[in-house]
């Protein structure tokens, strides 16, 4: 009994590159990027998040990384020179915080 079309294609697939048939995830060098920048947006957070807590609250403050919340979303950013360069949420798409 055959696998289907999508089964056999993935299956079939170069090594380390997959696509969904709708194009919402690709892994074309090992790694998942999903078309939304979810994933993006989540290993930014965690990496800012990592940043502020090796730094401490003061310091990453003081070398401009910043973190702010608000009751309907939690974000955490980096800001240089008044600048935001890069910031995202860190809130799960299941509502829970990393």
């Not at 990496?47 to 310091?59: D, H, N, V």
């Not at 860190?90 to 509502?95: H, L």
């Amino acid at each position: 009994m055959g696998l289907g079309g999508a089964a056999e294609a993935l299956i079939q697939a170069p090594e380390a590159s997959i696509q969904a048939p709708d194009g919402s995830i690709q892994a074309t060098d090992g790694s998942i990027q999903a078309t939304d920048g979810l994933i993006q947006r989540v290993r930014t957070a965690q990496k800012l998040s990592e940043t502020i807590r090796e730094l401490g609250e003061r310091e990453a403050g003081e070398k401009g990384y910043q973190r702010r919340t608000s009751p309907a979303k939690h974000w955490i950013e980096e800001v240089k020179g008044g600048e935001k360069l890069s910031g995202a949420s860190i809130r799960q798409p299941n509502g829970l915080l990393w």
